[in-house]
């Protein structure tokens, strides 16, 4: 292992969006297992030092793995489309006119029902969009492209987070 070894090469899978979740969450173990710093402690603060410093890199390169939007996001980076959320926040007029009409439903949705079905027409469209970007990413490898649908993307996780707000205000 080579610790600027990017995400991919270090837990040994293809450099896609595509992944066997069981498998990568096996080999993150494997991983954990071979650079604990417990297996380290005969020989010195030195080397548990440099094994916290890759347990530290496994961990965070399986937090961005396993996550579809932040692995397509790093993938993006990978291939030189930056996602510059904070800078590009350009949206399509139909994905804006969208947010706005599932703000003004969650502003108006004051009974569980209504709160529910809103966050089920949200997260098909995000399971849609996931498929879009997953052939933007792997078949097209058209990286401006998906890095446009990640940041669409960022924007629905928020709204997303606002519904599951509500369900639990609502008791759910």
Sequence with gaps: MKLDSDDFELFGTPRQYALDRA???ARWRALQAEVHPDRFAVEGAAAQRIAMQW??????????????????AYLCELNGAAIEAENNTAM?????????AWRESLDEAHELPAVE???????????AALAQLEAALDQAHD?????????????VERFAHDVDQRLEALGR
């Excluded at 347990?55 to 932040?70: C, G, I, M, S, T």
């Excluded at 399509?92 to 706005?100: H, V």
């Excluded at 990286?143 to 924007?155: I, P």
């Design 23 to 25: 498998a990568l969450d």
């Design 55 to 72: 347990a530290v890199r496994v961990n965070e390169a399986y937090q961005r793995l396993k996550d579809p939007l932040q692995r397509a």
């Design 92 to 100: 399509p007029k139909a994905f804006l006119m969208q947010q706005m």
């Design 117 to 127: 079905q809103l966050a089920d027409d949200v997260a098909a469209h995000r399971r």
């Design 143 to 155: 990286y401006a492209a998906a890095a446009q649908q990640v940041r669409a993307l960022m924007f």
